[in-house]
Structure formats: structure tokens, C-alpha cells
């Protein structure tokens, strides 16, 4: 089976904006809930934006995570099937 862009969703997306990373909540289609960490947005000179991927993550992409990560597990519970 082909991947399909459109069953891909984001349900919830944190976003640093001290280094960019960004963290979400995905589902494809009906399958359960996961969370990705990055890629990470850049911002051009232009105004625009460029994506990479996350790669080694900094201290300061630590902390910002750690951060969050109570509510990103608090989100993720909400959304996945119970076991």
C-alpha cells in the first residue's frame, strides 16, 4: 500500500521557538497516535522558512521538551486506544 498524504494529520503541534523543533502528535488514517519529534524550522533571511530534519538535539532542545512533555503525554493519552 502507497503512502497517502492526505490520511496523514497532525493532532497537535508544539513548536520551540527558541530552536525551532517541533514536536507532534500524528495519525495515519485510523492507526494509533504517535509522537515525532522534529523536523526543525528554520527561518530565511527572506521571511521565509525551510524544514531539516530534528537530528542530535541541544540542551536547550532538552529542556524546551522536557518542558512540554507532561502535556504532549497528557495529549497522546487522550488520543491513544486504551490497552
Known amino acids: 500500500m502507497a ?6 494529520k497532525i493532532l497537535k503541534k508544539w513548536v520551540s521557538e ?3 523543533l517541533v514536536v507532534t502528535i500524528n495519525q495515519y488514517g485510523d492507526g494509533e497516535p504517535k509522537l515525532q519529534i ?3 524550522i528554520f527561518k530565511k533571511k527572506d521571511g521565509g522558512e525551510s ?3 530534528a537530528g542530535r538535539l541541544t540542551i536547550e532542545d532538552v529542556m524546551w521538551f522536557y518542558d512540554i512533555i507532561d502535556e504532549a ?4 493519552s487522550k488520543l491513544a486506544r486504551p490497552f
Do not use: A, C, S, Y
Open 3 to 8: 503512502f497517502d498524504p492526505e490520511k496523514d
Open 18 to 20: 527558541e530552536t525551532g
Open 38 to 40: 522534529g523536523p526543525r
Open 51 to 53: 524544514q531539516r530534519k
Open 73 to 76: 503525554k497528557e495529549e497522546l
